[in-house]
């Protein structure tokens, strides 16, 4: 469950074919990366990015949570700021990430976790294996500067978030699967 999420679409007169007309908001969750949309109290003074509470407790902006949403329903202008605000939130958990490369395993004798990143490949992944070996990385400057060839290593989550939020990949590392409903379609 998500306690915060960043803004990334304000509808001040909410969906353009909703049958109730409410300013709304589109969310990414800060811990899980969840797509969420919200209504908002009548007060509360919305800006792109924000983070705002939604959780149970403490909610001064977000009046009613709506629920998830799959990437798909987001506005043309969400889907544009997402990019960014995936990689605020990766450098606001910058800890998180680092420690996934310093900690990351093989899935199978064939596969490694870090496999699944885009732009690691072989090379970069066995530098990355052996650096760590010899001390843990502390930082994405430390990566960088100790696997040069791996150019933005904020950039691969970046890619890997948005691949899973579209739901183009098998193995979710960082979000949680697309919701699917338990008896099929109705």
């Known amino acids: 469950m998500e306690d915060y999420a960043w803004v990334i679409e304000y509808m001040p007169s909410g969906h353009a074919d909703a049958l109730r007309r409410e300013p709304a908001v589109q969310l990414l969750g800060t811990r899980f990366f969840t797509?969420?949309?919200?209504?908002?109290?009548?007060?509360?003074?919305?800006v792109m990015g924000q983070k705002v509470c939604v959780g149970k407790e403490g909610r001064k902006e977000v009046s009613h949570i709506k629920g998830r949403i799959k990437y798909e329903e987001l506005t043309g202008g969400a889907r544009e700021f997402l990019p960014a605000m995936i990689k605020k939130a990766i450098a606001e958990r910058e800890s998180d990430f680092v420690g996934f490369i310093n900690t990351a395993k093989p899935i199978s004798i064939r596969v490694h976790t870090l496999d699944l990143l885009p732009g690691i490949g072989k090379k970069n992944m066995e530098s990355i294996l052996r650096e760590r070996d010899v001390k843990p990385f502390e930082s994405f400057v430390d990566i960088h500067t100790r696997v040069p060839t791996l150019a933005d290593p904020i950039?691969?989550?970046?890619?890997?978030?948005?691949?899973?939020?579209?739901?183009?990949?098998?193995?979710?590392?960082?979000?949680?699967?697309?919701?699917?409903?338990?008896?099929?379609?109705?």
Do not use: C, D, Q, W
């Open 35 to 46: 797509l969420l949309e919200a209504t908002i109290t009548p007060s509360a003074n919305i």
């Open 155 to 186: 950039g691969v989550f970046v890619h890997r978030i948005m691949s899973e939020l579209e739901g183009k990949e098998k193995y979710y590392l960082f979000t949680k699967p697309p919701f699917v409903p338990r008896f099929g379609p109705r």
